[in-house]
């Protein structure tokens, strides 16, 4: 069965390095979303990217952000100065269908702690 | 503004009984409702999805029911079985939108 899958599972840094998360969406999705789940809370949107640009984005998602497809399959999530803050698990998704906003298939997310 | 929230934190059944988690959602734009199901140590997983022209949807051993002039979603699982154990989400849509707005998450406890 087809799966989106995530690179790294787990990354450590310091605070104010710049981070890449790398997701490889399943190969005939045309939608893809970045969500993040700071430890015991809601999955919360960060970004929605549709024909090689963001097509909507929430108030988390801020300049120190940015999200990249720069081949045909991987979908990247840049955090450029990251703070402790940002420590939680950032989840990977895909979709096919336009009309189906919600059937989304996840990945099994990357942890990233910020020291 | 918007929320969407669930009424039990923890919910502990026996094995072979029915399950009903419940959520409330405050937004009445909100047209697309979806329950996840997240595992320890993995993504979401889809469960079943239903629109708000419909009050009730079911797949297999699941049904969601949808509750406009309350604003509250249910899921029913029947028969639980362990491999059900896991925290469930529900997330609402709203038109026109990509994103979607997940609740708190109730955790799922299946005594054998």
């Known amino acids: 069965e087809p799966e989106v899958t995530q690179t790294p599972s787990h990354q450590v840094t310091q605070m104010g390095q710049e981070v890449i998360l790398r997701c490889v969406p399943i190969?005939?999705?045309?939608?893809f979303y970045w969500y993040r789940q700071i430890l015991g809370q809601k999955v919360e949107f960060l970004v929605s990217?549709?024909?090689?640009?963001?097509?909507?984005k929430s108030e988390i998602f801020d300049d120190q952000f940015s999200v990249e497809r720069p081949d045909g399959s991987n979908f990247t999530l840049k955090i450029r100065s990251t703070k402790l803050e940002d420590s939680a698990m950032y989840f990977c998704?895909?979709?096919?269908?336009?009309?189906?906003?919600?059937?989304?298939?996840f990945g099994e997310g990357s942890r990233l702690t910020v020291l | 503004g918007e929320s969407v929230g669930l009424h039990l934190p923890t919910l502990s059944v026996q094995e072979g009984d029915n399950s009903i988690i419940n959520c409330a959602y405050s937004?009445?734009?909100?047209?697309?409702f979806i329950w996840y199901k997240q595992e320890s140590g993995k993504g979401p997983q889809f469960i079943i999805d239903?629109?708000?022209?419909?009050d009730k949807r079911q797949g297999q051993r699941v049904t969601v029911l949808l509750n406009k002039t309350v604003k509250h979603l249910s899921l029913q699982i029947a028969a639980t079985q362990p491999g059900d154990s896991a925290v469930y989400f529900c997330?609402?849509?709203?038109?026109?939108?990509?994103?979607?707005?997940f609740g708190s998450g109730t955790r799922l406890q299946v005594q054998p």
């Open positions: 997330a609402e849509n709203l038109t026109g939108r990509r994103a979607l707005t």
């Open positions: 190969s005939n999705h045309l939608y």
């Open positions: 990217f549709y024909n090689n640009e963001i097509s909507e």
């Open positions: 998704a895909s979709t096919y269908d336009r009309g189906q906003a919600g059937e989304l298939f």
């Open positions: 937004n009445s734009a909100s047209d697309y």
């Open positions: 239903i629109r708000s022209n419909m």
